[in-house]
C-alpha cells in the first residue's frame, strides 16, 4: 500500500458475512471495505454471491452471520425501508421500475424517504437529460439503457451515501453501457460511494479502485487494478 | 318505452350500490392480490354496526357514515397489519384462506350477537322518495345517492393513486412489493393503508345496501358474488371497471327482473357469464395497477 494521500473513512463495510438460501450457503464470510467516495467493483462468475451480497447488505436477504456496518454503525438485521433511510441505494439487477409509474413517478418515489443531499428531480434529469425528454412516459417503454439511467436516477433521488448497482450493464448494447458509465464520476463527484457489480472484467477494472472478486460465496482476490495481474483474476473468477 | 327508460335508469344507478361493494374488492386485489372472500361480510358487519348505533343516538342512517366509516377503516388498518400481512406473500392460497375463515367468524358472531333475522336501517321516506325527470320519467332518490356515493368514493380514490406520493406509492407497491422497500417504503404500511381503505369504501357499499334492502347476518356471501361479478365484468383491478362492471349488473338485474320478476338474478349472472366468454379480461382490462 503505497500513495494514499489522507486516511480513508470507511463508508460500508462488513465482517464475516454469510446469508444462506435454505441449505445453499451463498456467501460464507464476506470481509468487505468500501471508503467513502470510493468506487468498487464486484466480480465474479454467476453464482459466486455478488447479487446476494448486494441484497444482504440492503436488507432485502437476511445474513445468516455476520456485521455489516454504515459509517461504522450496525445496519445487519434491519429492514430495506429504514437501511435506505440511512443511505444505501441499490439498483436492482433487472432495473425493476415500477410498471404502472411514469419516469417521473419512479423517480419522485426514490425521493419517498427525504434524504437530504445533492441529488433531486432537476440533477437527475440533467444527468440524464433523455429521462426529462421521456418523463411523462410510462418506464416500461424506455429502451433498456433508459431504464438503467431511470433505475440509477431513482436510486440517486434517496440521496444515498453508498449507491449499490447490480448487473449495471447486463443486456445493454456496449454503446449504451459506455454513456451509463459516463455518469459514474459526476455521482461520485456528489460524494457518493459505489460498489459495481460487472460482468465485463476489463470494464470492472477500468472504472474501480478496488475490485473484490467472489468465487462460491468467498473473496477469492481483492487488489487494485493496477496491483492484480491477468492471472490472479483468472484463478479467482474461475478456480483451479 | 317509457317503462324501459325508467328500468334501466333504476338499473344504472343501483349499479352504483354494486360498484361500492365492489370497489373495496377491487382495491384489496389490485395492491395487495388479496382474494377477500369476507368482504361481503364486512359490508353486512359494517350495516350491522349502524343499527346499532342509529337507535339509540336516534341518528339518521346517513349519519351513521361518519362514525362507521372511519371505524372500519381503522378495524381493516389493524386487520391487514397485525392478520392479513403475515399471509401474504408469493402464493395467493394463505390469505384465500384467512379470509375465508374470517367470513366464518363474521358471519357466526352476528348470528350469536344478532339472531337469524333479517334487519335493516329505516331511511324514512328517503327509502321511497323519487325525483321526476319529466315525461314519466323518474329516478329514485336512495339509488341516486347510491350512484353519486360511488362516484365519490372511485373517483376519490382514483385521485389518491394518480395525484398523491402516497397513491404512487400504493401501485409501486402492487406492481413490485420488495423493489419498493429499496425506496424507503415500509409495504406492509401501504397495505394496511389500502386495506382501510377497502374497509371505508365497503362500509358505505354496506350501509347504503342496509337501506335498500334487508340484511340477514350470513347474506354477505351474495353480496360477495354480486361484487365478484361486477369486479369481474369491469376487468381486475381497475376502479372505474368496477363502477362499469357494477351498472352492467344493475341493468341486467333490472331488465330481466322487468320481464318477470323472478329473473332478476339470473340475468344478472347471464350477464356475467356473457362477458366472461367474450371479453374474458372484463371490459376494461388493465395490465397496470388501479387505473
Known sequence: MSADPAPLREALSTHALNASYGDFRALRGIDFRLHAGEAVALIGANGSGKSTFMRTVCGLMPAAAGEVRLDGRPIGGLPAAEIVKRGVALVPEGRRLFASLSVEENLRLGAWTGRAGPWSLESVYALFPVLRERRAQAATSLSGGQQQMAAIGRALMSNPSVLLCDE??????????????????????????????????????????????????????????????REQISLAYFGV | MVEWINTILQGLLVGGLYALLATGLALSFGIMRIVNIAHGDFAVLAAYAAMVIVEPFGLHPLATLLIIVPAMAAFGY?????VLNRTVGHDIMPPLLATFGLSIIVQ????????????????????TDSLALGG?????????????AAAAVIGSLWWLFRRTPVGGAMRATSDDPETVQLMGVDNHRIHALAMAMAMAAVAVGGIFLAMHTSLGPSDGSLRLLYAFEAVIIGGLGSLWGAMAGGMVLGVAQAIGHKLDPGWGTLAGHLAFLAVLVLRPDGLFPVRRSMR
Not at chain 1, 456496449?174 to 454513456?179: E, K, L, M, S
Not at chain 1, 459495481?196 to 467472489?214: H, S, T
Not at chain 2, 389493524?78 to 397485525?82: D, F, K, M, N, P
Open chain 2, 136 to 148: 314519466q320519467v323518474a329516478v329514485g332518490v336512495l339509488p341516486l345517492l347510491e350512484m353519486s
Open chain 1, 168 to 229: 449495471i450493464s447486463l443486456g445493454l448494447a456496449p454503446i449504451v453501457v459506455r454513456d451509463v458509465y459516463a455518469a459514474l464520476p459526476r455521482i461520485r463527484a456528489q460524494g457518493c460511494a459505489v460498489v459495481i457489480v460487472e460482468q465485463d472484467i476489463a470494464q470492472a477494472l477500468r472504472v474501480a479502485d478496488r475490485v473484490y472478486c467472489l468465487q462460491e460465496g468467498r473473496v477469492a482476490l481483492e487488489g487494485r487494478p493496477c496491483d492484480v495481474t
Open chain 2, 78 to 82: 389493524a386487520l391487514q397489519r397485525y
Open chain 2, 108 to 127: 357466526n358472531l352476528l348470528l350469536s350477537v344478532f339472531s337469524a333475522d333479517t334487519r335493516s336501517l329505516r331511511a324514512g321516506t328517503l327509502a
